[in-house]
Nanobody, 125 residues
Framework: QVQLAESGGGLVQAGGSLRLSCGASGRTFIKYNMGWFRQAPGKEREFVAAITWSGGNTIYADSMKGRFTISRDNAKNTVYLQMNSLKPEDTAIYYC??????????????????WGQGTQVTVSS
């Protein structure tokens, strides 16, 4: 089992950047595919990006392509989400999540059994 903790959220102006980090406890971090999700007030949790356990494959939600980059450092048990060109509609709580490694990355919330507590990102106009 892996425990996750996000950091790096905050308040940023539109057009700015933030880098979120998700630290994992346990020695088995390398065994998990990792994802980022977000949830805005009154909305369902939605997929942002995911990365395989090796870091060799990534997928993104269409609205994040070209603006967000997911990466990981298995030596540091950490996965990152670099967010550029932020928009007010990116305002949400951002969560990292882990799933046991498969050849296919998943975008559904239900595929990820392990979740962090979330970090708030607020983008002002």
């Amino acid at each position: 089992q892996v425990q996750l903790a996000e950091s790096g959220g905050g308040l940023v102006q539109a057009g700015g950047s933030l880098r979120l980090s998700c630290g994992a406890s346990g020695r088995t971090f390398i065994k998990y595919n990792m994802g980022w999700f977000r949830q805005a007030p009154g909305k369902e949790r939605e997929f942002v990006a995911a990365i395989t356990w090796s870091g060799g494959n990534t997928i993104y939600a269409d609205s994040m392509k070209g603006r967000f980059t997911i990466s990981r450092d298995n030596a540091k048990n950490t996965v990152y989400l670099q967010m550029n060109s932020l928009k007010p509609e990116d305002t949400a709580i951002y969560y990292c999540a882990g799933e046991l490694p498969t050849s296919n990355l998943h975008i559904a919330v239900d595929e990820y059994p392990y979740w962090g507590q979330g970090t708030q990102v607020t983008v002002s106009s």
